[in-house]
């Protein structure tokens, strides 16, 4: 009963019987209807053509017995039961006959069963005896009526013997349509429940349920094909696999997962997955983001326990979220990772250990750059640092302060008649007796030879200046006693004071200079400078003026002093330098008028008409084949211009010069005078591809963390320092050019040796690694057409050296 009320035949038998008796219904109640109005018609044309015929029949009689008698007549069939002639006047001719009802109340009638009373009445007009009349005829209804109760009542009979019909029919029917359909199920509830193996074939004469039973057993057989590769798949994976339903418990696992747990899927299949784990992962479970991973303590089932790493990430299906949980050993990670951390921290500990040894090493290299090895006084490098240092908090709090020049008196002689050691400890007691002289805020600098420079910051005034000058005197007085020598030397000394004599200290310097020449000249043990000292104060304001008009004028010419790479012995570039070929004072060098340039401002005109000639020049040789990198000099006030960059740029385009085929030289001190307008004029020109080399390194700004911050490529070890570098009286200059070649180096900076006069000393720059040289050794300064010239000999003398090497 529970199939037939309501499985899918019950809705079939159900559904056609209300179906049927709607249609039925309908359908029957849609005949009768016209069979009934048929019945209607037909009895009421019937009885209007009897009326008519029974009004001509009367029409033609002449005497009232003849009506009467055919009056009578209309009774004999038994339809007509009402009859009545009434003739104009009132007179009324009725019917004698037993069947003629008088009782009944004539009303005409226009359609069936009107009024109710069974009749139908009929009025017709005649004319008897020439007089006008009304025939009254009422026909029963009676007859008909019964006809039509009878055709309903069979309608009915066989509407009710249809539907019984047609139910027989859908039972009959339907169980070859339900039958087939509970087959399916029945197997499609076997395969949910695991067997998978279960055929999906029905028998049954309806195609379209046989083509349905085809479709689903395909579709059965494709995913178990589907499901055993997919299985496959997760058994032969290397990590385990566990699909988690939301509420946390196992719904399958892989095989390596049992595995790795020592659990058949069966065992912990709806279990918690906490139970395969130490500490679970509640903290994370179920996950918060799309997808985590975390290491945790898996636990076997023998007991044990080991490390795992978990990825879980959520799967949404109809029936809920799935996680899906991928799990593997790490234990022999866990090994490496405790063996590579041991590893890297004897790795730490080794760079920790270099690093100091590294930094020991680094503090006595420094120590030596900037510090003379005999006397360990700062040297030239140092003192710069320092004056320059000086010279910001002296303009910053408005105070002076004063630069020593020093040589010693009677130095040279102790020197040559008693050697160099001799010479060497009185430099040393020299530097100690100072030292012991002045504060410690003071800074005492060795120069080179007998050589000393001074830097007394936050004095008073010239007093303090004075002051110090004659202790330094005072403690010189007393002889220095040598292996039973007692030796007696004296000391010159030249004051420079800021702000008084010099803002800068190149300025300082050269008149600190000024000043102890003088005092020496006179014998004196100071000397304050004075510009009436300076004897090239007197010309200043007329060759500056000569200047102006020489740049205009085109009385400037370059020089090229060309440049050797030491390990190829090839010439890579030369050094653009400027001479004044004055028309009374002839030839003249830079040093003679640049530093006029700066004061005066003419460095700016000069620098350009330099810029334009060399690229200019440059372009020339390009043509001619020759491909060298052109280095010039910028000034401090280059430094400082905006524009620089914008300017350099057009003179580049003009020409056709690639921008990495020039060299900017720049010195320390230039860099210094406003560093951060400095560095952004040099990382203009740096980041347009022109090379940058530091000039005259070692005699200006020597701080090495903001050496480190420049964009250079290059720096140039000062003359100063190479000239005298295999003396041995200077063998600080071997030191420090050691020292500069090896920072340089350290820090990926190309390092270039300038004032290379002899071939002794170009040998052992090569010795020490200097990458590139250039001096009087090599080419003096030389014209253009000279340096082509100079260049084509040098080459064929390199072809005819090779070519002997080779024979």
């Given at each position: 009963m ?8 019950s809705?079939?038998i159900?559904?056609?019987?209300l ?9 029957f109640?849609?005949v009768?209807k016209l069979?009934?109005?048929g019945?209607?018609?037909?009895f009421i044309?019937s009885s209007?053509?009897s009326?008519?015929?029974l009004?001509?029949h009367?029409a ?5 017995k003849?009506?009467i008698d055919?009056i009578?007549?209309t ?5 007509v039961?009402?009859a009545?002639?009434?003739l ?6 009725t019917?004698s006959s037993?069947r003629?009802?008088s ?5 005409e ?20 005896e020439?007089?006008d009349?009304?025939?009254?005829l009422?026909?029963d209804?009676?007859?008909t009526?019964?006809?039509?109760e009878?055709t309903y009542?069979r309608?009915?009979?066989l ?5 019984l019909?047609s139910?027989l ?6 169980p ?7 087959q399916?199920?029945?197997a ?5 429940a695991g067997?998978?193996g279960?055929r ?5 004469n309806?195609d379209?349920?046989?083509g349905?039973?085809?479709d689903?057993?395909l579709?059965r057989a494709?995913?178990?094909v589907?499901?055993?590769?997919i299985r496959?798949i ?10 988690i339903?939301g509420w946390?418990?196992?719904?399958s696992m892989?095989?390596a997962a049992?595995?790795?747990f020592g659990?058949?899927a069966?065992e ?9 784990l130490v500490?679970?992962?509640r903290s994370?479970?179920?996950?918060r983001?799309?997808?985590?991973t ?6 076997h089932?023998?007991g044990?326990?080991?490390p795992?790493e978990?990825a879980v990430s ?10 899906i949980a ?7 990670r ?14 730490e500990?080794?760079?920790?250990k ?7 090493l680094?503090?006595?290299l420094?120590?030596q750059?900037?510090h003379?090895s005999?006397?360990e006084?700062?040297n030239?490098?140092?003192?710069n640092?320092?004056l320059?240092h000086?010279?910001m ?8 302060l004063?630069l020593?020049?020093?040589?010693l008196?009677?130095?040279k002689e102790?020197n040559?008649?008693?050697g160099?050691h001799?010479?060497?400890v ?6 100690i007796r100072?030292c012991?002289?002045?504060r410690e805020?003071d ?5 080179g030879g007998d050589?000393?420079a ?7 005034g ?5 002051n ?13 006693v040598?292996d039973d020598?007692?030796?007696h030397?004296?000391?010159s000394?030249g004051?420079?004071?800021f702000?008084?004599?010099g ?6 310097m ?7 020449y003088v005092?020496k000249?006179?014998?004196?043990d ?5 510009p009436?000292?300076d ?5 200043r304001?007329?060759?500056a003026?000569?200047l102006?008009?020489a740049?205009?004028n085109?009385e400037l010419v370059l020089y090229y ?8 012995d ?9 001479r ?5 004072r002839?030839l003249l060098?830079?040093?003679e008028?640049?530093p ?9 005109p000069l620098?350009l ?8 020049q440059y ?5 001619a084949?020759v491909?060298i ?6 000034s401090a006030?280059?430094?400082?211009d905006?524009?620089?960059?914008d300017?350099i740029?057009l003179?580049l385009?003009?020409?056709?010069v690639?921008?990495c085929?020039l060299?900017f030289?720049i ?15 040099l ?10 080399s530091i000039?005259d390194f070692?005699t ?5 963390v903001y ?7 290059e720096?140039k070890i000062d003359?100063s320092?190479?000239i005298?570098?295999?003396d041995?009286d200077?063998s ?5 050019v050691?020292s500069?070649?090896d ?5 990926g900076?190309r390092?270039?040796a ?5 071939l002794?000393?170009?040998?052992r720059l090569t010795e020490?690694g200097c990458?590139q040289?250039?001096g009087?050794?090599i080419s003096?300064p030389?014209?253009?057409d ?9 080459t064929?003398e390199q072809a ?5 090497r080779?024979?």
């Amino acid at each position: 009963m529970k199939h037939w009320k309501w499985g899918f035949a019950s809705y079939i038998i159900i559904g056609g019987l209300l179906i049927h008796a709607v249609l039925i219904s309908i359908l029957f109640s849609w005949v009768l209807k016209l069979v009934e109005h048929g019945y209607q018609e037909q009895f009421i044309s019937s009885s209007r053509y009897s009326a008519h015929q029974l009004t001509n029949h009367i029409a033609a009689t002449n005497s009232g017995k003849q009506v009467i008698d055919t009056i009578d007549d209309t009774f004999v069939d038994g339809r007509v039961v009402y009859a009545k002639l009434i003739l104009d006047g009132g007179r009324t001719l009725t019917s004698s006959s037993s069947r003629f009802n008088s009782t009944l109340n004539f009303q005409e009638d226009f359609f069936f069963g009107d009024h109710g009373d069974n009749v139908y009445f009929i009025a017709l007009r005649l004319s008897f005896e020439g007089r006008d009349a009304v025939l009254q005829l009422g026909y029963d209804e009676a007859s008909t009526q019964e006809q039509i109760e009878q055709t309903y009542k069979r309608g009915m009979l066989l509407a009710v013997g249809y539907i019984l019909l047609s139910l027989l029919l859908l039972a009959v029917i339907s169980p070859q349509v339900t039958r087939p359909l509970r087959q399916l199920r029945s197997a499609a509830r076997k395969i949910v429940a695991g067997r998978t193996g279960e055929r999906l074939v029905v028998n049954s004469n309806v195609d379209e349920i046989v083509g349905l039973a085809e479709d689903l057993e395909l579709m059965r057989a494709q995913l178990v094909v589907g499901e055993t590769h997919i299985r496959a798949i997760m058994d032969n994976v290397v990590n385990g696999i566990i699909t988690i339903r939301g509420w946390g418990d196992v719904e399958s696992m892989n095989t390596a997962a049992e595995q790795l747990f020592g659990y058949q899927a069966s065992e912990v299949v709806g279990r918690p997955l906490t139970g395969l784990l130490v500490h679970g992962i509640r903290s994370t479970f179920p996950p918060r983001e799309s997808a985590i991973t975390q290491e945790t303590i898996g636990r076997h089932r023998d007991g044990h326990t080991f490390p795992v790493e978990m990825a879980v990430s959520e799967l949404w299906r109809d029936e809920g979220v799935l996680y899906i949980a991928i799990v593997r050993d790490i234990t022999e990670r866990k090994h490496y990772e405790v063996g590579i951390k041991a590893m890297q921290e004897e790795l730490e500990q080794r760079v920790a250990k270099r690093t100091r040894e590294l930094a020991m090493l680094n503090q006595q290299l420094e120590h030596q750059a900037l510090h003379d090895s005999l006397t360990e006084l700062p040297n030239r490098l140092l003192l710069n640092d320092r004056l320059r240092h000086a010279i910001m908090t002296a303009q910053r709090k408005q105070q002076p302060l004063a630069l020593f020049i020093a040589d010693l008196d009677r130095f040279k002689e102790i020197n040559d008649t008693l050697g160099h050691h001799y010479g060497d400890v009185v430099l040393q007691q020299v530097a100690i007796r100072m030292c012991a002289a002045l504060r410690e805020s003071d800074t005492i600098s060795r120069l080179g030879g007998d050589e000393f420079a001074v830097v007394l910051p936050a004095i008073t005034g010239e007093g303090d200046a004075v002051n110090a000058a004659r202790k330094l005197a005072a403690v010189l007085e007393e002889p220095i006693v040598v292996d039973d020598h007692s030796l007696h030397v004296g000391i010159s000394i030249g004051i420079a004071l800021f702000p008084e004599h010099g803002m800068d200290s190149s300025t300082l310097m050269r008149h600190a200079d000024v000043a102890m020449y003088v005092a020496k000249r006179a014998s004196q043990d100071f000397v304050i400078y004075s510009p009436e000292q300076d004897q090239h104060s007197v010309t200043r304001l007329a060759l500056a003026g000569e200047l102006r008009r020489a740049i205009e004028n085109d009385e400037l010419v370059l020089y090229y002093q060309p440049k050797v790479d030491l390990k190829r012995d090839v010439v890579t570039g030369v050094e653009a330098l400027v001479r004044w070929q004055h028309p009374q004072r002839g030839l003249l060098s830079s040093d003679e008028f640049i530093p006029l340039a700066e004061q005066t401002g003419l460095i700016r005109p000069l620098t350009l008409f330099v810029l334009e000639e060399a690229l200019h020049q440059y372009h020339l040789w390009q043509q001619a084949g020759v491909d060298i990198v052109m280095s010039i000099n910028l000034s401090a006030s280059h430094l400082q211009d905006q524009q620089l960059a914008d300017q350099i740029n057009l003179l580049l385009d003009e020409w056709q010069v690639p921008a990495c085929q020039l060299l900017f030289e720049i010195t320390e001190s230039a860099i210094m005078a406003d560093p951060m307008r400095a560095m952004h004029t040099l990382k203009q020109l740096n980041e347009m591809g022109i090379g940058l080399s530091i000039d005259d390194f070692g005699t200006g700004y020597s701080s090495l963390v903001y050496l480190k911050q420049l964009p250079v490529a290059e720096i140039k070890i000062d003359k100063s320092f190479v000239i005298d570098m295999l003396d041995s009286d200077n063998s600080e200059d071997l030191v420090i050019v050691r020292s500069t070649i090896d920072l340089g180096h350290n820090m990926g900076l190309r390092v270039v040796a300038e004032g290379v006069e002899s071939l002794a000393v170009l040998e052992r720059l090569t010795e020490l690694g200097c990458d590139q040289a250039q001096g009087y050794c090599i080419s003096y300064p030389l014209l253009a057409d000279e340096f082509i010239t100079w260049l084509k000999v040098r080459t064929a003398e390199q072809a005819a050296y090779i070519k002997n090497r080779i024979l």
